[in-house]
């Protein structure tokens, strides 16, 4: 149930980012924005989607996470990387709330130190969310501009995701010293779905930044 809610959130923010971008100057719509490095005509965009997960650290979850968009990707490697930080977001923003839960839960169990981690981890899940959307952002700017113009935008995406992605390991080491328990396992399963995502958006954002220019 969660994956078919994931797929139906993400669909419709696709679609109002879609509708965003076009309705601005500033804005260029994300299927209309050409790619620096188009696939070989022959590619077809599972395939394509699948050897760009290649080089990510988590390809099947890449892979299974992105291929139902392939109609939004098609082979367009921007158009990709914009879609993997859209579903890292949507996946951090669900395990925030749950977070948001869990803290009501914690306050009440015996050990502070479960109190004290999923508050800690809520805090940084708050900034992880917040910068991926600096980042959607940010990458919805990406269209015809000039390759500096282009080069500038992904450099600040790079920057955000990587803090993202940090956060998230910080989170998950705040929980070293505490004893397992329902709550840990349950935050470090949410929050290493994410960190699994996030990874995978940065890891393919660096690969259309280095062929801008190339």
């Known amino acids: 149930m969660d994956s078919l809610l994931n797929y139906i959130f993400v669909f419709f ?3 109002l980012l879609n509708s965003t971008t076009s309705a601005s100057h500033h804005f260029h719509h994300p299927q209309l924005a050409p790619s ?15 050897s760009s997960c290649n080089a990510t650290l988590y390809p099947d979850v890449c892979f299974t996470s992105l291929s139902r968009y392939a109609t939004y990707v098609r082979r367009d490697p921007a158009q990709l990387a914009r879609i993997a ?5 949507v996946q951090a923003r669900h395990a925030l709330s749950s977070l948001f839960n ?3 839960m914690a306050e009440y169990g015996p050990d502070h130190r479960v109190t004290s981690a999923v508050h800690d981890c ?9 910068q991926m959307r600096g980042s959607l952002k940010q990458m919805s700017r990406i269209g015809s501009s000039n390759d500096e113009a282009v080069r500038f935008q992904l450099s600040n995406v790079q920057t955000w995701m990587s803090a993202a992605l940090t ?6 080491d ?33 690969s259309f930044a280095s062929s801008v220019g190339s």
């Open 36 to 50: 620096p490095v188009p696939g070989p005509a022959t590619t077809n965009p599972f395939d394509f989607i699948r």
């Open 167 to 172: 956060n998230e390991d910080t989170c998950s």
């Open 13 to 15: 923010f696709l679609l």
């Open 102 to 104: 869990m803290t009501r």
């Open 122 to 130: 809520a805090s940084l899940l708050g900034d992880t969310v917040d």
């Open 174 to 206: 705040g929980f070293e010293d505490v004893a397992d328990c329902p709550v840990k396992s349950e935050v470090c399963d949410k929050v290493g779905s994410v960190k699994e995502l996030t990874s995978n958006a940065l890891a393919l954002v660096n």
């Open 85 to 89: 930080i859209g579903v890292s977001l």
